[in-house]
């Protein structure tokens, strides 16, 4: 078991976050995003930035190798519908796309936006840590917390909408 500490400083023990997500075992902040056969995608449960979302396998698989057919094509759909409308309902120019092999979670890429605020960290991949860690200490407010579950659920709409 893993302690993980969640944007709300919460801690739960979990041997896997993403099956723990993508079972419905921890909820995230304002539910999911979107969801298929294969695929689960929710806001990021560790950093409260507006429209950071997760899109995770719901198989316990590490690699781009391990996926089906099946899988490929839904991922690349899902993963390119959520983009579209992050730039549609929520303004998002830009996003950085983040996965890993090693991650301590199964297979699941993080699609993090990129706003004027986050200038000052710096507009490369080494800034995005620093960025992360700023939202989880100094905009776990309110005020924050609520434009996140507004984007949630603008999201969540537009996707519906799209099907």
């Not at 057919?69 to 796309?97: P, S």
């Not at 979670?105 to 620093?130: A, I, K, L, Q």
């Amino acid at each position: 078991m893993r302690k993980i500490t969640l944007s709300n400083f919460k801690t739960i023990e979990v041997e896997c976050l993403s099956c723990a997500i993508t079972s419905g075992l921890v909820e995230p902040d304002g539910g999911v995003v979107v969801e298929t056969e294969h695929f689960h995608a929710h806001q990021d449960v560790a950093y409260p930035i507006k429209g950071l979302i997760i899109l995770a396998s719901k198989r316990h698989i590490y690699g781009f190798d391990e996926l089906t057919e099946e899988e490929k094509y839904n991922y690349i759909y899902l993963l390119t519908k959520i983009r579209k409308a992050q730039r549609e309902v929520l303004g998002i120019e830009h996003v950085y796309y983040f996965y890993n092999e090693d991650t301590t979670h199964h297979f699941h890429t993080w699609m993090v936006p990129r706003y004027e605020w986050m200038n000052e960290f710096g507009r490369s991949v080494e800034s995005v840590r620093p960025v992360l860690r700023h939202a989880r200490n100094e905009m776990n407010d309110g005020e924050n917390i609520k434009e996140v579950i507004e984007a949630i659920d603008m999201l969540t709409n537009a996707l519906r909408e799209e099907r």
